[in-house]
């Protein structure tokens, strides 16, 4: 009788969020290659048109083979995951229930990657940029139970999170210098503005820095070798397909906005080439099979940064090539990977081997994989380092011979992955796959094999991909040469390279092992560990200030923004600040109500008995209103009047009904005194507020000092105060900042209430 299928089995077959997420990333693909076929189109809606914001996609070459990559490679391993997922859980006896954490994220995460890839807007890539981001941090953390998850987790978050800050801020430096975040404005404004500004490169590299950092380039590499905690389906797709892709996509989109400048085509090209060092010769180290792949990763992608660093038609033409090859070829090594680790409850080479015996056709569909990714005839494989060693040459011939280390380097890991898991001494008993753990490689071999014999729509996509990029209509020409061309030389130079490289790991084991140690102890990793550590002392004691008492709270907050403000006034132009002008009669009031509201203040600080001390604030809260009402702000002095009345009989109602403790003896008062503590905050004190109220002063100098707006800017805030609901601009000013205000505080009470619930829930009461 057969068998009965396993319960895993069974979960994945009734699944059905799993297989409606698979069945909606094939018809999104059977979409994408509608939509490239026909041309595409472009979808405009505004935003914020007060902000100059528009919602602008444009399903273009760039667009289309992202798209197809995001969808295409999506849903084979979305295939692969509905078996996978639950033979993980299983295997970690997680109840199966816990599968409905993965999909959502995994179906937003292909949603983003292709709105990332169609988006004409710096700011809607900024939005789409960092929600990958967040996806990628709940996928990597899906293992949530183990503490080096987690930690993973938040450091991909992170250093991907730093540089999709810096993809603001040179956005807004773009819309500053240029008026625009629309990516074909500023791309047409730069190519026909001569040279760029400072501001303008600066700009162009910070956003350079947040492709860079996704891609896991280095020296943000670190990252992506830890990411691998992940389960298999996700480092299968954000790792090779999705969001290490995202990187060299936004160098793609905005590469017309970098040509302008070469220094940052230099510095893509020097980044891209270690990167193809550094993780290739890492890679050969490691012995997880993941690490492996993460490390090849990391160096695949250096040859597209490379690429677009070298620049022009044929380099742009090559980059795109490249990372649709390199993709199908890592996502089949990837999937190979767990498909492995399921058979046989193995994650590292050395504690495997000989598989190609009881995995025959894994081990067969794999070897196209690892053909592909080292560029070997009959896959489409071979035409991306084609390109490449074309490329490379036109540009040196010491960027040539840089390129066959690299294509050796690449050759020698591939192979040293592949033969380790299916060839040499039987190690470890493999079970049987399931088809859908091997399905999916076959497919993504066969695919990569099909383009290795019509290479011709490969050649159409990255051709459109590269017209994109450039703006301008470029043709990318792979194809099989026969004789002695350079580019076959190269690549034959290459390959003996590789297999020198794999029958002599003892001669350079040494010094790879070398350069992994060192990189482990004075690399960027270290430097984000160690700051990890100091942000988390500062964080300790800053806590261990704020819980004494108020005093010291608010002295927290104070110091911090009055050498904030310090700072300011370094930068800042001080030309035509810091005057006093002239006091007119009308003004005399005005200067005797400060007066007292000065006198005020000082009471309430020196002041013992506590109706005085609220009596005082009051005649500073009120003296302030009467000052508004006195310039024209009746409306803002009102509210003020009320406020303080209401304070006001609040705490004479508290001081009224409080209990009074007895009053403290002398020696009890003397020895408060002659506490260290209390002697440091009778000068402490003082300065902290001298600090803060100095910063007051001048920026409320500085800026009563500055020359009026300018009539332009004045009549734009007249024209827009009635759209903005409002009889005066002054109103509509504060009701603006204290709107946002308000739902700032309401953010903060809801995510306050959240944290109560989840207290409550987990049976805790404080």
Not at 90 to 119: C, D, I, K, N, Y
Not at 424 to 435: F, I, S
Not at 475 to 484: N, S, T
């Amino acid at each position: 009788m057969p068998s009965s299928p396993s319960p895993s089995a069974r979960v994945a077959a009734r699944d059905p969020l799993a297989w409606a997420v698979t069945l909606l990333a094939l018809a999104a693909f059977v979409a994408c290659v509608v939509g490239w076929r026909t041309g595409g189109g472009t979808i405009d809606v505004p935003w914020a048109p007060t902000l100059d914001l528009r919602l602008t996609f444009s399903f273009d070459g760039l667009g289309a083979l992202y798209g197809l990559l995001a969808t295409g490679i999506g849903a084979a391993v979305f295939a692969y995951a509905t078996r996978y997922m639950p033979l993980h859980l299983a295997h970690q006896a997680r109840p199966a229930s816990e599968r409905w954490r993965f999909w959502p994220w995994m179906g937003l995460f292909m949603a983003s990657m292709v709105g990332l890839a169609t988006a004409q807007d710096l700011i809607a890539l900024f939005v789409l940029f960092d929600v990958t981001a967040v996806c990628s941090y709940f996928l990597i953390g899906f293992d949530r139970e183990e503490r080096s998850t987690r930690l993973a987790a938040l450091m991909a978050l992170l250093v991907t999170g730093v540089g999709a800050v810096a993809m603001l801020v040179g956005a807004v430096i773009l819309y500053a210098d240029h008026g625009t975040f629309s990516i074909p404005e500023l791309s047409r404004a730069l190519q026909n503005g001569g040279a760029p500004s400072t501001l303008t490169t600066v700009a162009v590299a910070l956003i350079a820095v947040a492709a860079l950092a996704k891609s896991a380039q280095v020296p943000l590499h670190f990252w992506l070798p830890r990411a691998m905690a992940a389960p298999t389906p996700v480092s299968a797709y954000l790792h090779s397909a999705a969001m290490v892709a995202a990187g060299v996509l936004v160098l793609g989109r905005t590469y017309q906005l970098m040509e302008v400048s070469q220094v940052v085509l230099d510095g893509l090209l020097v980044v891209g080439l270690a990167s193809i060092a550094i993780g290739g010769a890492i890679s050969l180290t490691r012995d997880g099979f993941k690490q492996v792949l993460a490390y090849s990763t990391i160096s695949q992608y250096g040859y597209v940064v490379a690429l677009y660093g070298i620049g022009g038609a044929k380099g742009a033409g090559a980059a795109a090539f490249y990372v649709v090859a390199h993709a199908l070829a890592k996502s089949a090594l990837f999937l190979t990977a767990g498909a492995v680790t399921m058979a046989t409850g193995q994650r590292r080479l050395s504690q495997v081997g000989g598989l190609a015996r009881e995995l025959p056709l894994l081990a067969a569909v794999s070897a196209v994989a690892a053909a592909t990714l080292s560029a070997l005839p009959l896959t489409v494989g071979f035409f991306k380092d084609e390109l490449f060693f074309r490329a490379a040459a036109d540009r040196s011939t010491a960027m040539g011979v840089l390129a066959v280390i690299a294509a050796g380097l690449t050759f020698a890991y591939t192979w040293r992955f592949w033969s380790g898991i299916f060839l040499g001494p039987w190690r470890t008993e493999a079970r049987p796959l399931p088809a859908l753990l091997v399905a999916p490689v076959a497919v993504l071999a066969l695919l990569a094999m099909v383009g290795g014999i019509v290479v011709a729509p490969f050649n159409e996509l990255a051709g459109d991909a590269a017209t994109a990029t450039l703006g301008r209509t470029t043709d990318v020409h792979a194809a099989y040469r026969l004789g002695g061309s350079t580019e076959n030389l190269m690549a034959l130079a290459a390959w003996a390279l590789g297999g020198l490289l794999l029958a002599t790991p003892r001669v350079w084991r040494p010094a790879a092992l070398a350069l992994s140690r060192a990189g482990e102890r004075f690399g960027p990793s270290r430097v984000y560990e160690v700051s990890l550590q100091q942000l988390n002392r500062v964080s300790d004691v800053l806590h261990d200030v704020e819980v004494r008492d108020l005093r010291s709270r608010v002295a927290a907050v104070l110091l911090p923004a009055g050498v904030l403000v310090a700072l300011g006034f370094v930068a800042t132009p001080t030309a035509g600040a810091f005057e006093v002008g002239a006091i007119r009669g009308t003004d005399l009031l005005v200067v005797a109500l400060l007066a007292l509201v000065a006198i005020a203040a000082i009471v309430v600080t020196t002041a013992h008995a506590h109706v005085a001390i609220v009596l005082a604030l009051s005649v500073v809260g009120l003296g302030l209103a009467t000052v508004y009402a006195l310039i024209g702000a009746p409306d803002v002095a009102l509210v003020a009047v009320l406020v303080e009345t209401i304070v006001m009989l609040v705490f004479l109602a508290i001081v009224a009904y409080a209990p009074h403790g007895e009053r403290p003896s002398k020696r009890e008062r003397e020895g408060a005194a002659s506490d260290p503590r209390h002697r440091s905050r009778r000068w402490r004190d003082p300065v902290i507020g001298g600090i803060a109220g100095a910063a007051a002063f001048l920026v409320v100098w500085a800026s009563l000092s500055r020359p009026a707006a300018t009539e332009r800017v004045v009549a734009e805030q007249v024209r827009l105060t009635p759209e903005a609901h409002g009889r005066d601009v002054v109103t509509v000013i504060l009701a603006d900042f204290r709107g946002l205000d308000t739902m700032v505080e309401i953010t903060v009470i809801v995510v306050a209430v959240f944290g109560v619930i989840a207290l409550l829930r987990r049976g805790r009461t404080w």
